[in-house]
Structures are given as structure tokens and as C-alpha cells.
């Protein structure tokens, strides 16, 4: 997997971008945020955000069609993305990124067992984070 350092300028400020954002971004989103740094193009984004989701930086969250910054340290020579889950809270936004390496192995397995080799999965929880259901209780 890539290192931060062969990050381009604009992988670079894309990373960056999410980093910095309180909640999931689309790429329109990061369009908008960095139109003052020199992106033009949709396709300037899509191709930053393509690498970075490849190179392990960045999950692309399919239910929400937006992308986050991996809250995992970023050694990646050592962080495994094969299984990855998501908890999403429906009021807030808030996404938290679960990683068990035992839970992993355990599904690939499970989903082995059949014959199917999986190369990736990505499992979103969606619901009310502990903040907000405390806020409405």
C-alpha cells in the first residue's frame, strides 16, 4: 500500500479535507470545499478519492454515497481493510470505524466455506449513536 508521502497535491488536499470534516463527505461536498484550492472538475475529486479508497487512506460508505478518512493509524502495511464495519447514526451523522481482526477472520471463513473468495467487505450499521440517544431520552 502507498505511503502518505507518494500522496499527490491533490490526494493530498482530498485527505485532508476529510480528515478535517465532523461527519461523511460526498465528492460534491469536497468539490464545493476545495473549488479555492484549484479543483475545477468532479473528475479531479473522483480520481484523488479513487487512490485513496485503493490505497486504504479513505472508505467510501455505500448507503450514504460519501467518503471518510480512515480513523485507523495509517500503516497501512499493517492495518488490514479486508473487513471493515460502520456504525451511522441517522440523527447526527456521526460515523464510527470498527475493525476486528478476529470478526474478519471469522467471516472470511464463513463466506470461504461457500467457495466465494471476497477481496473486500464493508458492513454499515445504521442507527443512533449513544450521544443522541441520550439527547432523547
Not at 507518494?6 to 460534491?28: F, H, R
Not at 463466506?111 to 467487505?121: D, H, L, N, P, R
Request: glycine share 6%.
Amino acid at each position: 500500500m502507498a505511503a502518505r508521502v507518494t500522496l499527490t497535491k491533490n490526494q493530498q488536499k482530498v485527505l485532508e479535507k476529510l480528515e478535517a470534516a465532523s461527519g461523511p463527505l460526498s465528492a460534491y461536498m469536497l468539490l464545493d470545499q476545495l473549488r479555492d484550492e484549484g479543483f475545477r472538475a468532479p473528475l479531479q475529486v473522483y480520481r484523488a478519492l479513487e487512490v485513496l479508497v485503493k490505497d486504504g487512506f479513505v472508505h467510501r460508505l455505500e448507503s450514504l454515497n460519501a467518503f471518510v478518512a480512515c480513523s485507523e493509524p495509517h500503516d497501512h502495511a499493517h492495518h488490514d481493510h479486508s473487513m471493515t464495519a460502520f456504525a451511522i447514526c441517522d440523527t447526527c451523522g456521526q460515523v464510527t470505524e470498527i475493525s476486528d481482526e478476529l470478526i474478519g477472520k471469522r467471516l472470511d471463513d464463513w463466506v470461504g466455506s461457500t467457495g466465494f473468495v471476497a477481496k473486500k467487505a464493508v458492513i454499515e450499521f445504521r442507527g443512533i449513536c449513544a450521544k443522541c440517544a441520550a439527547l432523547a431520552a
